[in-house]
């Protein structure tokens, strides 16, 4: 049986780190982690409450037009991302208000 890839995601500040397969959001990983992810649509990219920053931004997977839109919409700064929008591809840093 082939296992999916295992990615490293470290959220800051509080240091937790999670391993989690390729595809997973953002947000799925907070939550495996046990942190506060604030999600008020549940996930489908309409209230922009999941804002973070991801640090190192090397690697870090292309923002989405709907992920734009939804960041317009909800007035987050344009710097940010949406951790529900976000499908982790590599090794991730990533920070959030309780993170």
């Avoid at 397969?21 to 982690?33: I, K, Q």
């Amino acid at each position: 049986m082939i296992r999916p890839m295992q990615l490293e995601i470290r959220f800051r500040p509080s240091g937790r780190t999670v391993r989690v397969a390729a595809g997973t959001t953002l947000l799925e990983a907070a939550r495996a982690a046990g942190l506060p992810a604030a999600r008020a649509c549940g996930g489908e990219l309409l209230c922009g409450r999941c804002s973070c920053t991801l640090l190192g931004r090397a690697g870090a997977p292309a923002e989405s037009a709907a992920e734009r839109r939804a960041k317009m919409r909800n007035r987050v700064d344009p710097e940010k991302r949406l951790a529900c929008a976000v499908r982790i591809e590599r090794d991730l840093e990533a920070s959030a208000p309780g993170w």
